[in-house]
C-alpha cells in the first residue's frame, strides 16, 4: 500500500523538478551556444543568454557545412547517411531476430537447441574483437564507402532473438494447432499470429535498436573514409578534431542538436508502445 500525503507528494516533485533540471541544462547550454556567434560562445563564462544567430548557424551547418581551419559536409547529408544506417539495422535486426527465434521455437529439427545456444554465445564476443576479421570480409566484398557496409555487419542481434524466443515460448500451443487445423503455413502462421501478438514488443526493440544504430561511432570511423559517408557521430568528431582554437563551438553545438533530434522524435512518437512492450516483456 502506498501512503499519500501532502509532504511526500512536494518532495516527490521537488526531486522530480530537480532531476529535470541537471538532466536538461547541459542541452540548455547546448542550445544557447548553438545560437551565438563563434566569438560568444568561447567566452568563460558561456552567457545563457540565448543569441541572435539561430537561422545563419542552423542553416549554415544543415546546408553548407563548416568551413575555416575545420572542414565537414553538411549536416543534412550525415543526417541522412545516420537515418538510413539507423533503419536498415533496426529493421535488419528484428526481422532476423524474429525469424531465427520463429524457426527455433517452432520447427522441430536436429540440434536447434544447439543452434539457439551457439546464437547466444555471440552476446559474450566482444564488438572489438570483431572488427578486424568483419573489416576483411566486408573490403573484400567491396562494401566500403556504402550504405551495405556501414550496416549489414551489425543487423544479426542475438538479444533479439533470444528476447523473441522467450516471447514465442509464452504463446499457447493451441494457438498453433488451431492454426494449423485452420490450414495455415507457416508464414501465414506468423504473419496472422504471432505479429500482432508481438507487435508492442517489436516496436520497443525498433526503438532500443534504432537508437543503437544512429550513435554507431567505431564501426562507421573504420569503415566510412569518404566524407560524403560519414554519418553524424563521424561528422560531430570532425567538427572539434581541430583543437579549441579552431573549433567553431556555435556551430558544433547547432549539429549536436540537431543529431539528437531524429533518435528523440522515435521515442516520443513511440513512448506509449515502447513502455507497453517493455512492461509486457516483463510479465
Known sequence: MIERRPILDFLSHVVLVLGVLIVFFPLYVAFVASTQTAEQSALSPLSLVPGGEFM???????????????????????????????????????????????????????GRGLFFWMIFVTLMLPVEVRI??????????????????????????????????????TVPDELAEAARIDGAGPLRFLKDVLWPLSRTNVIALFVIMFIYGWNQYLWPLIIATDTSMYPIGIGIKTLISGGDSAVEWNLVMATMILAMLPPGLVVVVMQKWFVKGLVDSEK
Do not use: E
Open 56 to 110: 545563419n548557424n542552423y542553416g549554415t551547418v544543415l546546408f553548407k557545412g563548416a568551413s575555416g581551419q575545420v572542414t565537414a559536409p553538411p549536416v543534412l547529408h550525415m543526417l541522412w547517411v545516420s537515418l538510413a544506417t539507423a533503419l536498415i539495422i533496426a529493421i535488419g535486426k528484428i526481422s532476423i531476430s524474429m525469424l531465427s527465434a520463429f524457426a527455433i521455437v517452432y520447427f522441430r529439427f536436429p
Open 132 to 169: 578486424t576479421p568483419t573489416y576483411q570480409v566486408v573490403s573484400d566484398l567491396g562494401m566500403l564507402n556504402s550504405y551495405a557496409g556501414l550496416s549489414i555487419p551489425l543487423i544479426a542481434s542475438a538479444t533479439a532473438t533470444f528476447l523473441f524466443r522467450q516471447f514465442f515460448l
